[in-house]
């Protein structure tokens, strides 16, 4: 079976940083395109960024650009998102998620991604 479980989620002040991880099993995972997504209360999911199979393209929403970066580690099978200038709108569950891609520039939409995690929780407070 394919797993996604995403961890490094918490609570954090503005302006601080978080790392959140997603390992994964059961994947062939150097032939996925990989995506963070995320969640606020009464708002839609939205794609937060994401990177291609073997990382030389990445894609990050407006609202993150400068100061989130994805990455890979395909030997481990797990990829990571890097927050740093944390804000309160950041406040969100954050899911990972993995397609075949090529996702033809719709790196943002979910309909591109066949499996999820479970998402993990993070909190930035004013």
């Known amino acids: 079976a394919q797993v996604l479980v995403e961890s490094g989620g918490d609570l954090v002040q503005a302006g601080g940083s978080l790392t959140l991880s997603c390992t994964t099993s059961g994947l062939n995972f150097e032939h996925y395109v990989l995506g963070w997504f995320r969640q606020a209360p009464g708002k839609e999911r939205e794609g937060v960024s994401s990177?291609?199979?073997?990382?030389?393209?990445?894609y990050y929403a407006d609202s993150v650009k400068g100061r989130f970066t994805i990455s890979r580690d395909n030997a481990k099978m797990t990829f990571y998102l890097r927050m740093d200038s944390l804000k309160p709108e950041d406040t969100a569950m954050y899911y990972c998620a993995a397609g075949l891609g090529p996702y033809g520039g719709r790196w943002y939409a979910e309909d591109e991604y066949k499996y999820w995690g479970q998402g993990t929780q993070v909190t930035v407070s004013s």
């Open positions: 990177i291609t199979w073997t990382g030389a393209s990445t």
